[in-house]
């Protein structure tokens, strides 16, 4: 139920294809690294100056909002996407969204495609709950990473959650350890969950291309 997505989310699980998975280690480069799942308190979400300058250099883009779909073309970016990565690259789209029914499972799934001159270039997947909106997944084109459409997505996904009012936007987790996950930091009314406690609390934004220390203890 929508319900339930808010209970898991709030606990530390996310949506990994068709399941439903939390861990609180993982490798990066071959080393342990401790993982820290992110959400964003979207009465204290504004944008910044640079994010609005990533939403302004983008307005040639057409971007369109849907039912989440599983297609060949989604397919394609993916694969496109997924050499960016030198490990733990996942054979197939349906690895992180569900394959069958991306629309309904386990609750309503939206997505946002992007287009340039009639090509889809990037295309994100979120899902929606009764108070929160997942970020579940994103694939784009490499060829087009000056625009950070990544980024992109997520922002036009946190304009959305609050314009329909909701309470918090998970967007996954970071390392404690520089990685590629940093660029999720960079948020305004960002908030951290503590493994130990099963609380979340406050964590300071960290622009874009900086790194600060994290406590997580």
């Known amino acids: 139920t929508p319900q339930g ?4 989310l709030s606990e530390g699980w996310r949506l990994l294809g068709r399941r439903l998975v939390r861990h609180n280690f993982s490798t990066w480069h071959r080393k342990l690294c401790r993982t820290i799942p992110l959400r964003v308190r979207l009465a204290h979400f504004d944008l910044s100056k640079s994010q609005r300058q990533t939403l302004k250099r983008n307005t040639d883009l057409h971007v369109t909002s849907g039912a989440a779909r599983f297609d060949d073309d989604r397919e394609r970016l993916f694969e496109l996407h997924r050499e960016r990565f030198h490990e733990k690259q996942a054979t197939t789209l349906g690895s992180f969204i569900h394959s069958e029914y991306p629309h309904k499972l386990p609750t309503e799934g939206r997505e946002l495609a992007v287009n340039l001159d009639g090509e889809l270039i990037a295309c994100s ?7 929160t909106v997942s970020g579940t997944y994103c ?3 490499p060829a087009h990473s000056r625009r950070s459409l990544g980024t992109l997505t997520m922002l036009l996904e946190l304009l959305i959650a609050k ?11 970071t390392h404690d350890t520089p990685s590629q996950f940093d660029y999720k930091m960079n948020v305004k009314g960002l908030e951290a969950l503590n493994w130990d ?4 609390s406050p964590l300071n934004r960290v622009p874009a291309r900086r790194w600060v220390e994290i406590a997580t203890e």
Do not use: A, P, R, S
């Open 139 to 141: 694939v784009f084109d």
């Open 5 to 8: 997505l808010d209970l898991i």
């Open 125 to 131: 997947f979120f899902h929606v709950g009764k108070k």
């Open 163 to 173: 314009e329909l009012g909701m309470e918090f936007y998970y967007h996954g987790y």
């Open 197 to 200: 406690t099963g609380e979340w």
